[in-house]
């Protein structure tokens, strides 16, 4: 096509600048990184002293990307300012001089896009900005890829014939590695009664229906009760979440999340309220037990999803017969989570594993680079080949590599071969292990101890996607997916200049923590017996059991082998045991040289925990009572509804049954 303006050659549009904002209250800081990026043709829309003047800019010109001071100006800060950008989906990358671990660890809540160190090196402003447009090229294009998983797997429950029950706990499943819950409410915004269903979490594939029947159960509550405190609430009438400050005045507001909140132990939700065909209002709250769970990004898919989540009220609610069937309040999911299966063997119930779950599911489906963390012998491996399992390379290879294990001077020809006759003895052309995984991943374990020189080579292979072997003349286009996995603080490997800051924020995209043994201790009994009937298969002999005393020592070590010494101790146990029981577990030197100090019958204790231990004295004598003639209240000799106060205050859990 001729463009009438110029001498009848093709003309191409012009290449967009990027939009850059800087707020900084710093007039040298903001100059100097004002020409660093004008150098590097992007555009700065403007310089902002303070939260104000930045608010002011964006109103006036919405940036690409916000360059942002963590200390500002005014009685608002930088954090603050992370949090409105959050909402209106603006990226921002955090500018940081001397700032505390406290606030860098509350500006990291924020998921920003990176950090800069003052003074500006211009190579440091200009990574760290590319991985920024980068991380945020990822964060769209997996919010649609989670978008259309979650459309197409709500449509599947719409079309089944399950039942009422069945579908939610299905919906429930479905919709856990999207927006993670320990308790799921829903149903229809009446003004009458509390008439909604919850379900709660047990186990990674185990859910309990509570009706309200349950809940006033659970709560110590009437019925009557029950419904008096659900009138006393007010209804949210828009997406909304609740943590910390926020969710403190709700509680006041809605005396009925209240209720639920102190019995779950819950710390922030999310409330998704829409209209259905009826032109009812329907609500869906997503409870969790931890703190700032729940994000914007959480609240754009379920808005983007108030379509198909209307089609499925209107499918299950549309048979006469909807009432749940009280002796059926606990069910396991038709479709089965099964560890061995779905997760390569990784046992684990608790509530930090059901989050690494969670984690995988979600970003199994894409090829984003995963950066697998956590302490030697956590089982950072079998998480990558969890990954590979369930992504759409799963039929192609994974090649594993320890990068800890590579000799230096082979290294290069390992990871991406070399031709024949490009160094002494190179007697035939090898193919190397990038080569060898084309369509499939590749796990780089130990990645912290790969050289400075190699990083530069992965860097290249993460950014053009192609490698070029030793001696080869041209580049090789490959596809590989990477996951990489190290024990490592990456963060202070890149302070110390071990570590490429760019190549850390490629890999950064998706991190994933594996937690420590010691910090999923109720995971101990299952993965102890696991061992057991592994190693007794291999002997050929039947499976010992393990005496009370035995698990006891196994519960009260710290493990700081983690999984990998829990193995080696149990194998070792079942060689050293004649019988049928294991009776006591022999552990490391170390153990002995150091024991657990288990607690005492007699300790020093604060007026609380003295009032806890004597409250639940009390209640174990009353097998749980509360009120009524010899009830706990009676016996403590105070009013029952103050005793349900410092029940909740003292976080007195009593057992869902």
């Not at 931890?290 to 108030?306: A, D, I, P």
Request: charged fraction near 25%; proline fraction near 3%.
């Amino acid at each position: 096509m001729k463009n009438s303006a110029d001498n009848g050659y093709d003309v191409a549009p012009p290449v967009l600048k990027k939009r850059i904002l800087i707020v900084e209250d710093q007039f040298i800081e903001a100059h100097d990184l004002q020409l660093i990026l004008e150098k590097a043709n992007y555009e700065v829309t403007g310089i902002a002293r303070s939260v104000e003047q930045a608010l002011e800019q964006i109103e006036i010109e919405k940036p690409d990307l916000v360059f942002l001071d963590i200390m500002l100006r005014g009685t608002r800060n930088g954090i603050e300012l992370a949090h409105y950008l959050k909402e209106k989906y603006i990226g921002f990358i955090f500018i940081s001089a001397n700032s505390s671990k406290s606030i860098l660890d509350q500006a990291k809540t924020t998921h920003p896009y990176g950090f800069i160190v003052k003074p500006f090196r211009d190579q440091d402003v200009l990574t760290t900005l590319e991985i920024a447009f980068y991380r945020q090229q990822y964060s769209l294009e997996s919010q649609l890829i989670q978008q259309f998983q979650l459309q197409k797997e709500i449509t599947e429950i719409i079309n089944s014939n399950l039942k009422t029950d069945e579908a939610l706990l299905a919906f429930a499943k479905t919709i856990q590695t999207y927006i993670p819950f320990d308790y799921l409410e829903v149903g229809f915004a009446t003004s009458t009664h509390y008439d909604k269903i919850g379900i709660i979490r047990k186990k990674i594939d185990l859910y309990q229906i509570i009706d309200s029947k349950k809940l006033s159960q659970i709560a110590v509550v009437s019925e009557k009760e029950l419904n008096e405190t659900y009138r006393k609430s007010k209804l949210d009438k828009e997406p909304v979440i609740y943590s910390e400050e926020s969710l403190i005045k709700n509680l006041q507001e809605s005396p009925i999340k209240a209720l639920i909140t102190h019995n779950f132990g819950i710390k922030s939700y999310l409330v998704f309220p829409i209209s259905v065909a009826t032109i009812q209002s329907y609500h869906f709250t997503f409870y969790n037990r931890n703190l700032n769970v729940y994000s914007q990004e959480n609240l754009k898919l379920v808005r983007s999803l108030e379509h198909i989540f209307s089609q499925f009220i209107n499918k299950i609610y549309s048979k006469q017969d909807v009432s749940l069937p009280v002796e059926k309040v606990e069910i396991k999911s038709k479709k089965t989570v099964s560890n061995t299966e779905d997760f390569e063997g990784i046992i684990g119930n608790s509530s930090q594993m059901i989050s690494v779950f969670n984690y995988i599911r979600k970003v199994a489906p894409s090829d984003t680079s995963v950066l697998v963390l956590g302490e030697s012998g956590t089982g950072k491996e079998k998480i990558a080949q969890s990954i590979h399992a369930l992504s759409p390379r799963k039929d192609k290879p994974l090649v594993i590599i320890n990068c800890g294990a590579i000799p230096e001077n082979l290294a290069e020809s390992l990871l991406f071969g070399h031709e024949k006759g490009a160094f002494t003895g190179a007697m035939d052309r090898r193919i190397g292990k990038f080569e060898l995984a084309d369509g499939g991943t590749i796990f780089l374990d130990e990645i912290g101890e790969m050289s400075l020189e190699l990083q530069v080579k992965l860097l290249r292979v993460l950014q053009e996607r192609e490698i070029e072997r030793v001696g080869g003349m041209s580049s090789l286009k490959i596809d590989v997916r990477i996951i990489a996995a190290t024990n490592k603080n990456l963060e202070e490997e890149v302070a110390a200049g071990r570590f490429r800051m760019d190549l850390y924020y490629r890999l950064h995209v998706f991190p994933i923590m594996v937690p420590s043994l010691k910090k999923r201790k109720e995971d101990i009994p299952d993965l102890a017996h696991h061992f057991i009937k592994v190693y007794s298969e291999k002997m050929g002999r039947k499976a010992p059991n393990l005496s009370d005393f035995a698990l006891q020592q196994i519960m009260n070590y710290n493990w700081p082998g983690n999984i990998r010494e829990l193995e080696h101790v149990m194998q070792r146990a079942i060689l050293l045991t004649d019988g049928n029981t294991i009776k006591e577990i022999e552990l490391s030197m170390s153990s002995k040289m150091h024991p657990e100090q288990v607690s005492e019958s007699f300790s020093i204790k604060t007026i609380l925990e003295n009032e806890r231990d004597y409250i639940l004295y009390i209640l174990k004598k009353c097998n749980g009572k509360i009120s009524g003639a010899g009830g706990a209240a009676e016996i403590l000799d105070i009013h029952p509804s103050t005793l349900n106060s410092k029940i909740k205050k003292l976080e007195i859990k009593r057992e869902i049954s």
